[in-house]
């Protein structure tokens, strides 16, 4: 009786380990510092993409934000294009969030995230299984064009 207890014990640890490990996921992939005078927020459809610094401009922030799966604004993307374009999408509304009505891109880049995948069969034994996945990581410059 006892064993079975403890068994039933890891097992309900191993979940709850997983959930609170996907919760932590979930969170927003997104993140500011800022570097400047925020404005007051705007919509993100009028934050525009500069690729250099136009005159004149105001530094807001610096900005990163990543296409990973996230509770707030749920997608899954398949391709390249729609992972950057995520991950953009997901830049301008935190730009549009501080007052900055431009972004100067800084960096793209891919990165491989790797899943561990753990079960446990009725005897108790333990498998393992892996799988990657491939995210888009987007930096910039949030600015205030004047």
Do not use: W
């Not at 490990?21 to 525009?48: E, M, R, W």
């Not at 501080?98 to 079960?119: D, R």
């Amino acid at each position: 009786m006892v064993s079975k207890n403890i068994n039933i014990l890891k097992k309900s640890g191993f979940k709850l380990f997983f959930l609170v490990l996907f919760a932590l996921k979930g969170c927003y992939p997104v993140s500011h510092v800022i570097v400047g005078d925020t404005q007051p927020p705007i919509d993100f459809n009028n934050v525009k993409v500069y690729y250099d610094f136009p005159d004149p401009y105001e530094k807001i922030a610096i900005i990163e934000a990543s296409s990973d799966l996230a509770f707030k604004d749920f997608s899954i993307e398949f391709t390249h294009q729609q992972k950057t374009n995520k991950a953009l999408e997901r830049l301008k509304k935190e730009a549009a969030s501080l007052g900055a009505n431009g972004i100067v891109l800084q960096n793209i880049s891919t990165t491989i995230k790797q899943h561990l995948n753990f079960s446990e069969d009725e005897k108790g034994n333990i498998s393992a299984s892996s799988r990657n996945e491939k995210q888009k990581e987007l930096n910039a410059i949030a600015i205030f064009v004047k």
